[in-house]
Every structure is written in C-alpha cells, then in structure tokens.
C-alpha cells in the first residue's frame, strides 16, 4: 500500500467545514422516519484557509456544543499547485458562537496557537486524524476516538483506531490510552470509531470501520468502567450495499449516535459509490461520498430499526466538487449536537466537504 491509496483510504475526509440543520419527524403509530438536511452558514465554507492559517482545515469533532476539533494540514510542496503533497494531520481547536437562529461566528482565526493534539508518538509518525469526541457526564470527560497512523520502514502506512482523554476544562492536555484494539502482529488497520455511552444500561457501544477490512461497519462491546477490553461481535453492522445505492462501495463511521425523543437513536454515517461522470484531477480517484443515517433501537442500539435509502446530504456547491480539490466529491460528518429547539428533533451538523473546509 503505497502513499497515494493510504490519501484514498485516510485522507478521504479531508473536508469543508460547513454547518448543517437535520429535522427528524417520527410518525410513531406507523414507525416511519423522515430525515431531512438543511445546510446553514449562506452555503459557505464555516472554516477555510481564508480564516485559518493551515492549508485543509476539515473533518472537525464536536466538544460540548461551543468548539471544534478540527483536522488540519499543510501544503508541503514548492508550488500550491500540487495539491497532494500535504503534511501529517493535526488537530486544532476552533471555538464558536451560536444564536437562537442557528447564525455561526467562528471566534478566532486558527493558527498554530490553537494546535491541541499532534503526532507525538511512534504510531502517530503518518499523523493524527479524525477526531469522534463524546462528553462522559458520569466521569466529567471528553473522549476522543481518533486514527493514529504509523509510517512504516518500507512507506507502507498503518491506521490504528486510538482513544484519548481530556477534562473538558483543558482541551490542549489529552492522555493517550493508545489503541482500542490488540494490534498483535503490528499489522492492524482499524479506524473511525462512533463510541455510544451507556453507563446506566451498559454495555458501551463502538461503531467503527470504514469497510477497508470487511465489507462494511462493525461493532465491539465493554462493560469496563474504563472503556478498555472491547470485544468486536461477529457479523456486520451496517454492511455495503449493491450497486443500486448510494453506499455500495464503502460504509464509514459517522458521529456518535444521539437519542431522539422517542428514546430511538439516529446514527449517521458516511458513505461512498464509484462515480465515472463526477469530475476530479486526482490521481486514480472516482468516488462519492455521502451521508446516510441510521435508526437505532432505544433499548437495544444493535438494533437498526431503519436504514435510509437514499443520502441525506451529497456533494452539490462547488467547493464540495471543484475537481481540482484535494479529495473532491466528498461530503463527510464526525460532529454533531442537538440544537437548543427542542419542538422538533433537530441537530447542528458540521461536515467536511472535499478535504478541504469546514
């Protein structure tokens, strides 16, 4: 596996960071589920190079509905028209502002002040991407479910599905807890991990997996007050779909799951399909990725009550498609919260579009 398949396989959720409405109506006598997208912010970028000093500022995970932890890169070549020659990934803080009518105000430009987690260990060589972050009321901490990808000696590459933590009151000190699972013959490749928290009806849950391995989303269990010892359960949770759907290729872990007022959970996920008549400059590349949600049974998450059968949000504004974006044709979640008006199942969505923005 050569650099250039690693930038398909991890490199993929480079994107704009944009802010994004989903209403959920449940219509509870029939069962039946509408979900539907709303993109906020005039449909521009929410964090680009214009307002962060990094070259890629995208795939951001959500802290406590104030700030983002967003994935960043730079430019390493000589000329700015290469766009494929980037830096390993960083985290960086980003906070916001929000009013009663969904306006956003990113409060500060980002520049190397607000970097919070960086590669700063052996397997974390190729950088630290991806961050899925949940608040854990019970114990008052962040947990970060990250990818820490290790070069090897032959520049084959290495994804590890990793875990850190944090007190929500010094986001720039996270202890690492290093990978989730055994990594026995240092061969692993396991990454983007939704961890949904049960401390009152365990077990914990983690969706995780991008279908590089098997042929779509697995899961693992613990009891553990630690969150340690997860055991991955047989069969697939969300398995790719024939060719008919939007996520024939590749199913990826999405945020964590969040409980609507039913008690059900919804669950998004990324996705991807080949697609020749999408434009894009970049080598060996013809995907599109989209987003898909799933419903989850209150009382038993295992359970998919329902599987969309079309994508909620698909790449559509130019700077979702420009084909001469880094990864264009991708729009990609990994943070989300509930917003403030509750009449409805709502949410704000940050999403990475192209591996560029915000």
Not at 205 to 228: H, K, N
Not at 245 to 274: C, H, Q, T, W
């Amino acid at each position: 596996q050569n650099n250039t398949t690693h930038q398909h396989k991890i490199m993929k959720n480079l994107i704009f960071i944009i802010i994004i409405f989903i209403f959920l109506n449940n219509i509870k006598s029939e069962n039946i589920y509408t979900v539907t997208v709303e993109r906020l912010n005039n449909e521009k970028p929410f964090i680009s190079p214009e307002n962060s000093e990094f070259s890629y500022n995208y795939n951001p995970g959500c802290i406590l509905n104030e700030t983002l932890l967003v994935r960043c890169q730079m430019n390493t070549s000589d000329s700015s028209s290469n766009p494929y020659s980037v830096s390993p990934s960083f985290l960086s803080l980003a906070g916001f502002s929000s009013t009663s009518n969904d306006e956003f105000t990113l409060l500060n430009n980002l520049t190397k002040k607000d970097v919070a987690f960086h590669p700063d260990i052996w397997y974390e060589t190729f950088g630290t991407e991806d961050p899925r972050i949940v608040f854990r009321n019970s114990k008052n901490k962040l947990i970060m479910m990250y990818t820490a990808v290790q070069t090897l000696e032959n520049g084959n590459v290495i994804a590890r599905l990793s875990m850190a933590k944090a007190d929500p009151n010094n986001l720039y000190n996270w202890q690492r807890f290093g990978s989730v699972f055994p990594d026995k013959n240092m061969t692993q490749f396991t990454k983007s991990g939704a961890l949904l928290i049960r401390d009152y009806n365990p077990p914990h849950i983690l969706i995780f997996g991008d279908s590089s391995e098997v042929p779509g989303l697995q899961y693992a269990t613990t009891s553990s007050d630690d969150l340690t010892d997860f055991q991955i359960q047989p069969g697939l949770f969300l398995p790719v779909r024939n060719e008919t759907f939007f996520d024939s290729k590749l199913v990826e872990a999405g945020p964590e799951p969040l409980m609507l007022s039913n008690g059900n959970y919804l669950f998004l996920y990324n996705s991807a399909r080949i697609c020749d008549e999408c434009k894009s400059d970049k080598p060996g590349y013809n995907l599109q990725y989209n987003i898909g949600y799933a419903i989850l049974n209150g009382s038993n998450p295992r359970d998919v009550i329902k599987r969309s059968s079309e994508p909620i949000l698909s790449p559509q504004l130019s700077w979702e498609t420009d084909p001469s974006l880094l990864t264009p044709n991708v729009v990609f979640v990994e943070g989300w919260y509930r917003s403030s008006n509750l009449k409805n199942d709502e949410f704000i969505m940050f999403y990475g579009a192209s591996d560029n923005y915000v």
